[in-house]
């Protein structure tokens, strides 16, 4: 790892204790319920596991308007600093999430796609390439709390767990230092 990459992680961490991260995790399905929702316990508990806040947990049916009224609401909250989406982000027709996401985007990190799916494609081969998982920064003003870092993930428990565990969590507080200093 470069000298600089790990200067900018130490900051990062030591401005981490002072300010703490908060996320907001929403699952996106058509048939999904508070009782059946795998995949936002999984992140919820990875986050609480690494000291990272939920603050929020949704869950909305896979129909755009109802994801970007959520989202909107999230991005008005300056007590939100991360948004973790679950699901919507394969080739389904109702597949819808990855669009509302990148409209709201200010500036995209394509990195994290690319690197879930080298990952992905590893441990489940070829069918990796269905996922279209995004992630990126909502600008804000300073003052509203700093930008917001947006991640769209697929939505089965493994996906959600590949994701925080080897991409996001390592290096989100490096990730919202970044933004707000």
Sequence with gaps: MSGSAESHRREAAEGADRVP????????????????????????????????????????????????????????????HVILTTGGTGIGRRDGTVEVVRDLLTTELDGFGELFRMISFQEI??????????????????????????????????AVETALRRLIVPDLPHLVWQRRR
């Design 21 to 80: 991260i908060r996320c907001a995790v929403l699952t996106i399905s058509d048939t999904r319920t508070a009782a059946t929702d795998v995949s936002g316990p999984t992140a919820e508990s990875i986050l609480a596991e690494h000291g990272f806040e939920t603050v929020e947990r949704a869950i909305v049916r896979d129909e755009p308007e109802e994801i970007r009224g959520q989202l909107e609401r999230w991005l008005g909250d300056p007590g939100v």
């Design 125 to 158: 081969g070829a069918a990796a390439m269905l996922s279209r998982a995004t992630a990126g920064l909502v600008a804000r003003e300073a003052e509203a709390g700093g930008d917001t870092v947006v991640f769209a993930m697929p939505g089965s428990r493994d």
